[in-house]
């Protein structure tokens, strides 16, 4: 089984793009995406690779509900 966490789009350059969540930074690929992905923008990344686009606002809500299962296993999100 994969978890994959939506991750917000904070820059990019050509088919690479910087993704954040939980205040970790990384580069990832967008060449497997099948439409353009754009900076603010949510996606599901696997193996280096964002594989689906996601919602803004399903991406924050999936967010949501990720800081109350690490809540409920005693991790602060924020220091996460």
Do not use: W
Request: charged share 30%.
């Amino acid at each position: 089984m994969c978890v994959a966490i939506p991750s917000k789009i904070i820059s990019k350059e050509g088919l690479l793009a910087t993704i954040e969540v939980y205040g970790a930074r990384r580069q990832v690929n967008l060449m497997l995406l099948p439409e353009e992905a754009e900076i603010g923008e949510y996606v599901l990344v696997h193996a280096g690779f964002a594989i689906q686009k996601v919602d803004v606002e399903a991406g924050k809500e999936s967010l949501k509900l990720f800081d109350e299962v690490l809540k409920k296993l005693g991790v602060d999100p924020d220091n996460a």
